[in-house]
């Protein structure tokens, strides 16, 4: 084999790799909303992304708090070992990024103060790369949930929720090309 040749098929080999990496499996996307009145419309895979509009109702007391989001539940059943997640996506809302990890949801203290970072609202299409160290325990996390730091392998999903208010609601469009651990 050539120079040119092995240069070749390492640069097909590397291709490859990279699209099967950022293929997007339907089976591995869900949403939620609040029993309150929150709507989701889910477009599913559309143009080669997961597709989404959302209408939040606002929160409906102080016990019944109102909610949307888009939920990537990862094909492994864990982050194992990642270092930082990256996603493309348009979103005319800022994007709160969410891990939902075991120790704060219904089968931990079910405070659901997950980690999360928040992404700028992008009209276009763009990439940003999240770090583990950008994710905080949100400001409204209660006294009562005991901080047991990102445990990777107690992450199953990774949630994607516009920054709607609790007090207004609102309406939100979102879609996702790629999610890369």
Do not use: C
Request: glycine share 6%; net charge negative; charged share 20%.
């Amino acid at each position: 084999m050539t120079i040119k040749q092995i240069i070749w098929a390492g640069l097909l080999l590397s291709s490859a790799a990279t699209e099967a990496h950022s293929v997007l499996d339907i089976n591995d996307w869900s949403y939620a909303t609040d029993p309150h009145g929150s709507v989701a419309h889910f477009h599913g895979l559309k143009n080669d992304a997961i597709a989404i509009e959302f209408e939040r109702v606002p929160r409906v007391d102080k016990q019944n708090n109102s909610w949307v989001e888009l939920i990537y539940t990862l094909p492994n059943g864990s982050l194992g070992v990642t270092e930082t997640i990256e996603i493309h996506y348009q979103s005319d809302q800022p994007l709160i990024v969410k891990l939902s990890q075991s120790d704060y949801g219904k089968e931990g203290d079910k405070s659901y103060a997950h980690y999360q970072a928040v992404l700028p609202k992008a009209e276009q299409w763009q990439k940003q790369t999240l770090t583990l160290n950008q994710f905080k325990r949100p400001l409204w996390t209660p006294a009562s949930s005991v901080d047991k730091g990102i445990k990777l392998a107690n992450i199953s999903a990774i949630y994607l929720v516009p920054d709607l208010t609790d007090e207004q609601g609102g309406k939100a469009k979102l879609a996702v090309k790629s999610i890369m651990l």
